[in-house]
């Protein structure tokens, strides 16, 4: 009877003895606090680089004030090639369903004779098709004017963008003037550089 019950005993024993280890084991190869530690780091990053997105969304187009003077007008004729379903370019072009757009730059808006606009252009940043009105309404016309006729779902890259306005200045018998450092400066955000002769003088 003794003989068994010294059996039993060695058995519990060492079955306690293996089940230690193994937990002992298994925490050496996995960390919970380690693998929990990176999973909220991953969590946080991720978190942190949509909540930059939706900021970069809510402040809309890039400007391209400073890319006008060299952006490639031929790239832009070629990215244009999309709206001719809508729109003529030709000087005295007939309207399609979008107005035509020989001398769109610095034309009042809602202003071609014979088409019939929505009258919510003017609605959002002043009357005129300036450079930046035409680069925030061809980024995403229905955020720019919400009743627009205008079903194009937009152009987001900047270059893009460049590109469409400079070939858009070109047709024009005489090209609106390229926009002055201080109002690209002002649109940027960046500070201009004081010009040569300014520089010396000081």
Same mark, same amino acid.
């Given at each position: 009877?003794?003989m068994r019950s010294n *059996?039993? %005993?060695?058995?519990?024993?060492?079955?306690?003895?293996?089940?230690?280890?193994?937990?002992?084991?298994?925490?050496?190869?996995?960390?919970?606090?380690?693998?929990?530690?990176?999973?909220?780091? *991953?969590?946080?990053?991720?978190?942190?680089?949509?909540?930059?997105?939706?900021?970069?969304?809510?402040?809309?187009?890039?400007?391209?004030?400073? %890319?006008?003077?060299?952006?490639?007008?031929?790239?832009?004729?070629?990215?244009?090639?999309?709206?001719?379903?809508?729109?003529?370019?030709?000087?005295?072009? $007939?309207?399609?369903?979008?107005?035509?757009?020989?001398?769109?730059?610095?034309?009042?808006?809602?202003?071609?004779?014979?088409?019939?606009?929505?009258?919510? =252009?003017?609605?959002?940043?002043?009357?005129?098709?300036?450079?930046?009105?035409?680069?925030?309404?061809?980024?995403?016309?229905?955020?720019?004017?919400?009743?627009? $006729?205008?079903?194009?779902?937009? =152009? $987001?890259?900047?270059?893009?963008?460049?590109?469409?306005?400079?070939?858009?200045?070109?047709?024009?018998?005489?090209?609106?003037? %390229?926009?002055?450092?201080?109002?690209?400066?002002?649109?940027?955000?960046?500070?201009?550089?004081?010009?040569?002769?300014?520089?010396?003088?000081?």
């Amino acid at each position: 009877m003794n003989m068994r019950s010294n *059996i039993a %005993l060695s058995a519990l024993v060492c079955a306690g003895i293996i089940a230690w280890l193994s937990g002992f084991a298994s925490r050496q190869l996995v960390d919970p606090a380690e693998i929990t530690e990176d999973a909220v780091k *991953i969590e946080v990053a991720e978190t942190t680089a949509a909540a930059g997105a939706d900021t970069a969304k809510k402040d809309g187009p890039e400007s391209i004030l400073a %890319l006008l003077e060299t952006a490639d007008v031929d790239r832009g004729q070629k990215v244009a090639k999309a709206c001719a379903a809508c729109h003529t370019f030709d000087k005295g072009g $007939k309207n399609g369903v979008g107005p035509n757009l020989y001398g769109v730059v610095g034309r009042k808006k809602q202003s071609v004779d014979g088409f019939a606009f929505s009258g919510k =252009l003017a609605e959002n940043g002043g009357d005129t098709w300036t450079y930046s009105e035409l680069s925030h309404f061809i980024y995403k016309p229905k955020a720019y004017a919400a009743g627009t $006729k205008m079903t194009y779902a937009g =152009l $987001k890259k900047t270059e893009d963008r460049a590109a469409v306005v400079a070939y858009l200045r070109t047709l024009a018998d005489t090209p609106s003037p %390229l926009p002055p450092a201080a109002e690209i400066a002002a649109e940027s955000g960046v500070e201009p550089e004081a010009k040569p002769e300014e520089k010396s003088a000081e």
